[in-house]
Structure formats: C-alpha cells, structure tokens
C-alpha cells in the first residue's frame, strides 16, 4: 500500500508559518516602497517589479489558505491547480511584454528572462504538485510545498533587488 503524503494535518505548522511569511512580506514590501514611492513611481521597471512582487505574495499567502482550509483532496488539488495557472500567467505576460513589447528596454533582455522562468517554475512544480493530488497522487502536496518555497526565495531575491536598485539612485 502506498503512503498517502497528503495529511492536511500534518503540513498545518509549515503552511502556517508561509503563510504568516508571505503576509508579512506584503507589510514590508507596502512599507519599503512608500518609502521610495517616488523613485519606484518614476521607474517603470521597479514599480511593476514591485507591483508584480505583492501580487506573487498574495498567491503565496492564498495557497497557504487553500491549505490550511478543511476539504477533500480533490478540491484542494483543482485549487492549487488554478491559483498556479493564474500565477503562471504572470510571468509568461512580463516575458511577452519584454519580448514583443520591448517595454522593460532599460534591463537587459536576459537579466529580465531569466527572473521570469524563476517564476515560470515554481508555478509549473506547484501546477503538477496539486494535479497530482487532484488526481489522487497525495504525495503531491511535496512539489506544492517545493513550488511554494520557489515561489518565496524568488520573491525575496527580487523584492531585495529592487530595494538595493532604489537604494543606490536615493
């Protein structure tokens, strides 16, 4: 008999604690832009880097409701599976824009491709993680996790990468 890795209770301390992170984050983030809400206004490139950051933390901190909300394995594993295709989109729309837009001209092409795929992954591992739980596959919720904590270094590498940038022109 195979182990079924999916025991909601089991995963409530983690989730709770990403899900507290990705809250706080979204305060920190709110509080570090106000504060050189000139600088990240006037940039195009910072303020949609930041814009994009907070909405990647509120699907962080959604997925960690989808979580810690009691419900069959079946409707978690759709959820996790729509919140990640929404995430998803994200990225594949800043790679578009970048690539037949050209709008972020100021960057170089693969220094903004490459924050992208980092996005692009972490959605697609928690895309297959909750299509596998859907399917019945609990061990999914091991690749939700790993998308989740991709998803977070992601966003704080970036968060402090622009903080740094607006740092440097203050």
């Not at 195979?2 to 990403?18: F, H, K, T």
């Given at each position: 008999?195979q182990?079924q ?54 699907l ?39 690539v ?71």
């Amino acid at each position: 008999m195979q182990p079924q890795a999916y025991q909601p209770e089991q995963w409530r301390d983690l989730y709770v604690m990403l899900g507290t992170s990705a809250a706080a984050l979204i305060g920190l983030l709110f509080v570090a832009t106000s504060l050189h809400l000139d600088d990240v206004v006037r940039n195009p490139v910072y303020h949609t880097r930041a814009y994009n950051q907070t909405r990647y933390l509120v699907l962080l901190l959604v997925e960690a409701v989808f979580v810690l909300v009691p419900q069959p394995p079946v409707a978690f594993g759709i959820e996790v599976v729509l919140l990640n295709a929404l995430g998803l989109s994200l990225p594949l729309s800043n790679i578009y824009s970048f690539v037949y837009k050209n709008k972020a001209a100021a960057v170089p092409g693969g220094w903004v491709i490459g924050r992208a795929l980092r996005y692009v992954v972490a959605f697609a591992v928690g895309m297959v993680g909750g299509a596998m739980i859907a399917a019945g596959l609990g061990w999914g919720i091991y690749l939700v996790t790993a998308g989740h904590v991709l998803l977070l270094v992601a966003v704080i590498d970036n968060a402090w990468s622009i903080m740094v940038g607006v740092g440097r022109k203050a």
